[in-house]
């Protein structure tokens, strides 16, 4: 008997339909076809255990399963489910009747019981894509899936459920999620909070502005003077997620197995601060097994790099693509996919090898020429794409033991969320544009024209404080973020004179 069963094979965020093409003969052979990688083979062993623990028995046939398309590489245990479904329907021993109507997928344990897969979310939305009225999967994926609607997402916890449905003997219960309601609740919930830091008014507000434009940052600033602390505080005064943003996010994370199992959509911003050991794969993706690297966890949030020149010099230089286009392309001999990286840079470092280079109280010890040559270990075009570069100083005591409460993060990003709201009616003739970060040449004539003064103002800073050319668009662009701020139609020369200030390591002084 020939039976069909459909399962997905996850290619970058979106699946592609798989058939399982199972045929029952007399014999005792077992063959299985269609380029399954060794995990897909291994499904054998772990088939005939599941069955025979929950009471049912290996058909004694010649089995022959294909795996359509054959030319797209079949990888991991999670077709173990279909291909047990696959093959009791083959041998008779239920009903194939409803195999067309359900997606499967799932990973077999020894026991029968199923183990959660990755990529549940995309592999959902292509279902119902494809018309199939349900997706059969592990219990502890099925909340994740059920964002999906029109669909019918029935979570199981061992394969005799699954045989049982098709046998008529039980039905499944639909998981059923209230998914707006579920995203807005937890929008608002934040571990950390803008009042928690004393001082460091003047970082605040360029991280207000970073956040306002989309700007990438880098702070510099000695040991302990709260650089981390204020990195980790930028995702609570950034705009809330679009429920388009957030089933974008979450698909990527799905696919890389970061969702828990009582969670649907994700609904703060991702907030990725790898370690400077990272390798360039994790950084941007790829691998034998095409996972999303940290440059994709982070789209539509923060990429944090913290000691930004301990990381090693080709990792650094991998995101210089990426962050111009907002995605990455991993070209292989085999594969090619396409994961998108629309994040935002934010980093830090010290501004010397002892970390106290123009601190106000302690020494630097470095040898001369030590400063510049810490600070080459960041390349100037990867500099070039960071458009605010601010040096922080440490808190003084009076600041730490000040009683008087700071501004919240509410306040904060009620005013980012105006600025932003400008940007996006002035950009919505432009695909592809939503922030001043984005604005290329073209852009900053129409919408960035500083008056008289302002050129004036902007010329001699660049005489004086020796900027450099690359300097010129960044503070543009800056301007009209902290004009956006302002409720300001014109760029005005108090916009200029704080962008100016925004450039510390273009000036030819630095580190000398």
């Known amino acids: 008997m020939l039976v069909k069963t ?46 025979q623990v929950n009471g049912y028995k290996m058909p004694h ?33 239920i ?26 979310l995309p592999i959902a939305i292509k279902a119902r894509e494809e018309g199939f009225k349900g997706f059969i999967l592990p219990a502890q994926n099925a909340y994740e899936a059920a964002v999906v609607d029109k669909l019918d997402i029935l979570g199981v916890e061992n394969i005799k459920e699954v045989i049982e449905f098709f046998s008529g003997k039980t039905q499944l219960q639909p998981t059923i999620v209230d998914t707006r309601k579920d995203f807005f609740t937890h929008q608002q919930h934040f571990e950390h909070d803008f009042s928690d830091v004393r001082g460091q008014e003047s970082v605040k507000r360029a991280l207000e502005v970073a956040a306002a434009g989309g700007h990438n940052i880098i702070m510099i600033g000695p040991p302990g003077s709260g650089k981390s602390m204020l990195a980790k ?53 790829g691998g034998s097994y095409p996972q999303p690297g940290e440059i994709s966890l982070a ?82 075009p990867l500099l070039d794409r960071i458009d605010i570069q601010i040096e922080i100083v440490p808190v003084p005591f009076e600041k730490i033991s000040e009683q008087k409460p700071s ?38 004539r129409q919408y960035a024209i500083p008056d008289k003064d302002g050129l004036s103002l902007l010329k001699n800073a660049m005489q004086r404080l020796n900027l450099s050319a690359r300097a010129y668009d960044r503070i543009l662009k800056l301007s009209r973020t902290i004009a956006d701020l302002d409720e300001s139609e014109n760029i005005q020369t108090h916009h200029l004179a704080e962008a100016i200030n925004y450039r510390n390591l273009d000036r030819e002084s630095w580190g000398t």
């Open 299 to 380: 789209h539509h949030g923060i990429l944090f790099l913290d000691e930004l020149p301990e990381f090693s010099r080709s990792v650094l230089e991998v995101l210089r693509q990426p962050l111009e286009d907002r995605h990455i392309n991993i070209s292989r001999a085999r594969f090619a996919v396409d994961y998108p990286a629309g994040f935002m840079l934010v980093a830090s470092m010290n501004p010397c090898p002892c970390g106290y280079y123009n601190h106000p109280t302690r020494p630097c010890v470095c040898a001369p020429g030590a400063v510049q040559k810490y600070m080459n270990r960041i390349s100037g």
């Open 61 to 93: 046939s010649r089995i022959i399963i294909n795996m359509a398309p054959a030319d797209i590489r079949k990888e991991g245990s999670a077709y173990d489910l279909p291909l047990a479904i696959g093959i009791m329907a083959a041998a008779g021993d």
């Open 407 to 444: 501004e919240t993060s509410r306040a904060v990003r009620e005013r980012v969320i105006g600025a932003r709201e400008r940007q996006k009616i002035r950009f919505e003739n432009q695909p592809g544009i939503y922030c001043n970060a984005q604005m290329n040449s073209k852009h900053l």
């Open 6 to 51: 459909f399962a997905a094979a996850v290619n970058g965020i979106s699946a592609t339909i798989i058939t399982i093409e199972v045929s029952c003969t007399k014999g005792i052979q077992f063959f299985l076809v269609g380029l399954p990688d060794v995990a897909v083979r291994e499904s054998h062993e772990r088939i005939i255990s599941a069955l």
């Open 233 to 285: 505080r930028l995702p609570t005064i950034l705009p809330p997620l679009t429920l388009q943003e957030a089933l974008e996010t979450t698909k990527i994370h799905s696919v890389a197995g970061k969702i828990g199992a009582q969670v649907s959509l994700l609904s703060q911003r991702p907030f990725r601060s790898p370690h400077h050991t990272i390798s360039n794969v994790a950084m941007v993706g």
């Open 95 to 120: 009903d194939a009747t409803l195999l067309d109507k359900y997606m499967l997928i799932g990973e077999l344990s020894l026991d029968g019981s199923l183990q959660p897969i990755k990529g549940a």
